[in-house]
């Protein structure tokens, strides 16, 4: 089989110029094309060159649909807007899109979930092994440890120019936790404490978000008993990681029936 062609949307940003040279890296994949915003100055530009892998021949673009045409799948960490919009040209082309985008609405889920009757979609709130990984263990660790006696908190720190909370990797641990306990996360779910609380209410999941400097990701899950307090914790050190994931969640999706999936069906995990 050929080489998978895949897009990058949002190709000069930090995150589009990492997924470039991990394409490029890796066997069996190769950039097929690179989207930039309207206006952005690096239209035109070489996406190779711009991520300082050298000339690709591939310009950057922002019509992406001439580029979806031509690819295999689709690398997307932008916007909850653009992830939308983009899955529907997925699903116009019959393409795999992987959507690592953080933030999106009930709405916005059901619209790609919409699309991905047509297309074959992977959307995870975190695209690193080690995360899907922590979640597995997270759901057991709730479900052995009872709401009557152990309280979960999920902290996570990210750099000052993230721009939502919590992050998504803490919402996919708060729905494991959640999914541990048999309940509902969003009627669970406290976010924010200021003021006179009052005591805590058994069986809520809280988070915490904490950001500043050049964090690239810390995300804790507590589960606090009397006396005693089991904490999993992950520190991403690279953004490469995520990148990584992501390419091998594309290779993954090459081929499969169109539907939405995870990287827990990826990592072979959905079922543990």
């Given amino acids: 089989m050929s080489d998978m062609g895949l897009v990058v949307v949002g190709a000069a940003g930090r995150m589009g110029q990492t997924l470039i040279r991990t394409v490029q890296a890796m066997d069996g994949a190769r950039v097929a094309g690179a989207i930039e915003r309207a206006g952005s100055p690096f239209l035109g530009r070489d996406a190779g060159e711009i991520a300082g892998v050298g000339p690709l021949g591939v310009p950057v673009t922002d019509d992406p649909l001439p580029a979806f045409a031509k690819a295999d799948g689709v690398l997307d960490f ?37 699309a991905a009757r047509h297309a074959t979609i992977v959307k995870s709130g975190n695209m690193s092994l080690g995360v899907n990984l922590l979640a597995v263990l997270v759901r057991e660790a709730a479900a052995a440890l009872g709401a009557d006696d152990f309280d979960i908190e999920v902290l996570e720190m990210h750099h000052r120019n993230k721009v939502d909370a919590p992050s998504g990797t803490a919402l996919l641990l708060g729905e494991a936790a959640a999914e541990g306990r048999e309940i509902a996360l969003a009627e669970k779910s406290v976010r924010v404490r200021d003021g006179h609380t009052g005591a805590r209410e058994t069986g809520t999941i809280g988070f915490a978000s904490l950001r500043g400097g050049s964090v690239v990701g810390e995300h804790s899950v507590i589960l606090a008993g009397t006396g005693e307090r089991v904490v999993l914790s992950h520190q991403a050190e690279d953004r490469g990681i995520f990148a990584r994931g992501a390419v091998k969640a594309a290779l993954w999706a090459r081929g499969r029936k169109p539907g939405l999936y995870s990287m827990l069906d990826v990592l072979g995990l959905s079922g543990q």
């Fill in 78 to 114: 932008s916007v909850p807007a653009a992830s939308v919009e983009f899955a529907g040209y997925a699903a116009q082309a019959r393409i795999v899109h992987v959507i690592g985008t953080t933030g999106c609405s009930v709405d916005d889920d059901a619209k790609i979930a919409a």
